[in-house]
């Protein structure tokens, strides 16, 4: 009989024991659903490569790329607030043919935006992508000439600014890594300066020379991104 009874218990304490186990997990499961469920802030961050530029092997004003090899989306739902930047510095040194004279190329410019998007998706791992974006740009290159006697630099500066459209398309990879390409159409008012300055001999510098322009600029779909979604 006492042996009877201590089985009883046992099975008694193992069943409730299983049954908390259970309950514990079917918790957490269910806490971990409404946790993503609720959440509906997200971050995207892209980096860009020309790809089929490098590809083609066109010259380099034949195919105006993507300038943005860096960007940032913070989503909500169905809408981003969006920004990209980037930029690019060359510099070159030579001599002029027959003479001593050194010859230095600087070109650098530096390209940022900031905007809203609009994203739905068009299939499965297909996603669309409608932004509006305020633009900016500035362009800076110098030729500098020394003789030896004396360096002339003719410089040649750009700002520009302006707004416009965007359209583009990710596909989903992985649920934390895509893929993605876009393009856009920009209208900038853009000031342009030039001025030619002489080191030892200043007198000869020239007055700045200011000119103001209304420009389109049309991006193709030339750069493909590597996006973290997270």
């Not at 193992?14 to 806490?31: C, D, L, P, R, Y």
Request: hydrophobic share 35%; with cysteine; net charge negative.
């Amino acid at each position: 009989m006492l042996k009877t009874i201590c089985i009883c218990i046992v099975m008694t304490f193992s069943f409730f024991g299983k049954s908390q186990s259970e309950v514990a997990v079917s918790i957490t499961i269910n806490s971990e659903e409404e946790t993503k469920k609720e959440r509906q802030i997200f971050n995207e961050i892209g980096i860009g490569t020309s790809i089929i530029t490098q590809f083609l092997k066109t010259e380099e004003n034949a195919i105006n790329q993507n300038p943005y090899f860096l960007t940032y989306k913070l989503i909500y739902r169905d809408f981003a607030l969006r920004a990209g930047v980037g930029g690019k510095l060359d510099e070159s040194e030579s001599f002029i043919d027959g003479t001593t004279d050194k010859l230095t190329l600087k070109k650098s410019n530096f390209d940022w935006r900031v905007g809203m998007e609009y994203r739905m998706s068009i299939g499965e791992k297909w996603l669309g992508t409608f932004g509006a974006d305020y633009v900016a740009n500035k362009t800076f290159d110098e030729r500098i000439s020394n003789s030896g006697f004396d360096k002339v630099v003719i410089a040649d500066n750009q700002v520009g600014s302006g707004g416009g459209l965007a359209i583009g398309v990710q596909y989903a990879l992985t649920p934390k890594l895509m893929l993605g390409t876009e393009a856009a159409f920009y209208y900038l008012n853009v000031e342009r300066r030039q001025t030619t300055t002489f080191e030892n001999l200043p007198e000869f510098d020239t007055d700045p020379e200011i000119n103001n322009s209304r420009v389109t600029q049309s991006l193709l779909p030339s750069s493909i991104y590597l996006i973290f979604h997270f």
